[in-house]
């Protein structure tokens, strides 16, 4: 996928790229973290047919929404970078002991050597969650470690 | 005790006025600075309530004015985006500057005003106004479009030009000739080389004077390092006849990273205070009664000054592969003048040039300044329907390009 960069002098940046389906869309980097969603006409390639402002926060929420599997994806390919360690997603079934319960009962570290460093509930990435953090049936806990590690932690959650 | 009070109730007057007037500009979606000239002209010199006690105040306040508008003009720009820009559209920048300039210089000498203020009056009719351009394309929701780049790139150019331009006048109206100015000028270009070659070389200098980077910001130093330095660059370039705004301009320019940013978030409300005195401070000093006169040579420059604008983006927005109807868009967002043609007209009219030659300019930015956004807005109706008419017509037409809602 080609992403197009373009200068706004005085306004910020824009990256633009083709939709598969044919459709150009773009996002404009202005100051103070504002940014426009801009969706170009189907007809005409120069002008936009809608624009959205976002604030700081509101693109934040956007990009958690679009990116969250994108966050896992990676996540799991962190085998390739660091050699002899994984990274596994498990899912918690709802007659895993732990669906409800809280996190630091697993004791998951410290019994298997892996680490839980993050759950994604609802395409939402929860990163590094603490000890008190409670699980929910069809959570997905992603685990990184040795693959025996990992395999001990997905072995717990079913078992206990 | 008495005068504090007066200047205290006669500028507050002021400023609450501006402030209820700006709401209403900004509820009409225009620029409040046709608006706060108006005021101006309402309040000074031959006008309803002459302004007595905060007079000097407001003449200072207006010369701060000016350095702001230029330091945070020059904050909104990196060096890179300057060179970049000049580099990719400097054949769009002298055709604008040439076609757009030679309205105003031709209006000059046909009055007989002469050389002088043939130059000022070029400045005048060439210079958009980027601040109210970048917001009507923010509002309209085309920062997206294709032919914005171009537009944004062509107001770099212009603003560049005027870092050359201003001392040029600023050494013509000291000295009234080009070869009795020409010492003066030669210290002001090659002074303004040398803060050029630092602000692009040693730009992250000239910030840590401002604020170390990778500190965390505070903002009030921020705030009055960088107001200092401006002012002081300001009243060392006004020294040597550069011209104080050039100097704030370039410091602007050389500031950058995070403590521009900083910068340009902090001085912006001073920005806005100081230049609505600016803009009042003019229409002070212009009497409503010598208005009139003038009003159908600025209707003239008018027309003009939207015609040649628009050819100037459509030529530009041709150049960089844009259909027909981003053209019309790209010459129709050019068309507004306003703060900078302000500024060019207040270094004349302090150093009186010719008497007409301020409620000139009054009355052209005032129209320009509504005609601009005004013009941006409709462009794209106009243009489509001219479009729809040209294509019934000669059915051979209608294969002319890309054209919206096929």
Known sequence: MDIEETALPGIGLRHEFNTRGGRRVGVVSRHKGR???????????????????????????????????????????LSKVFAGLVGEQIRISPDSPYAGGLLGDTQARTRTGASIVAVVRDHEVLASPRPDFRFEPDDVVVVVGTPDNTAAVAELFRTG | MDHTASIFIELGGVLFCLGVIG????????????????????????????????????????????????????????ADELVHG?????????????????????????????????????????????GIIAKVLGDLGRLGNRETPVVLSVLVIEDLAMAVYLPIVTALLAHQTIARGSI????????????????????????RLVFNPNAERNDEIILLRALGLALLVAGVAQRLQVSAAVGAFLVGIALSGPVAEGAR?????????????????????????????VLAVASALAVTGVATKVATGWWAARRAGVATLGRFRAGAALVARGEFSIVIAGLAVSAGVSPRLGPLAASYVLLMAVLGPLAARFVEPVTRAGLRRMNRKPATAASGGPLPGI
């Not at chain 1, 005409?44 to 896992?72: K, Q």
């Not at chain 2, 300039?101 to 209006?107: C, F, L, S, Y």
């Open chain 1, 35 to 77: 940014r426009d969603l801009v969706i170009y006409d189907a007809g005409d390639p120069d002008s936009v047919a809608e624009s959205l402002t976002l604030n700081a926060e509101e693109s934040d929420a956007l990009s958690e929404l679009l990116g969250a599997p994108h966050i896992v994806e990676k996540l799991a390919d």
């Open chain 2, 86 to 130: 000049l580099r990719k559209q400097a054949p769009a920048g002298a055709i604008d500057l040439l076609l757009n300039a030679a309205p105003g210089v031709a209006a000059a000498f046909l009055l007989g005003w002469g050389g002088t203020a043939a130059v000022v009056m070029g400045g005048i009719t060439a210079i958009s106004s980027s």
């Open chain 2, 265 to 293: 978030e902090v001085l912006t409300p001073l920005r806005d205070l100081f230049a609505a005195v600016f803009f009042v401070f003019f229409g002070l000093h212009t009497d409503p009664a010598e208005i009139p006169p």
């Open chain 2, 23 to 78: 709401h209403v500009a900004s509820r009409v979606g225009i620029s409040p600075i046709p608006f706060y000239l108006v005021a101006g002209l309402a309040f000074g010199k031959g006008g309803l309530l002459p302004l007595v006690a905060s007079e000097e105040f407001i003449k200072t306040g207006a010369e701060i004015g000016v350095v702001l508008l230029l330091l945070t003009l020059g904050l909104e720009y990196t």
């Open chain 2, 184 to 207: 003066t000028l030669a210290i002001a270009l090659g002074a303004l080389a040398v803060v050029l070659f630092v602000a692009l070389r040693h730009s992250p200098k000239v910030t």
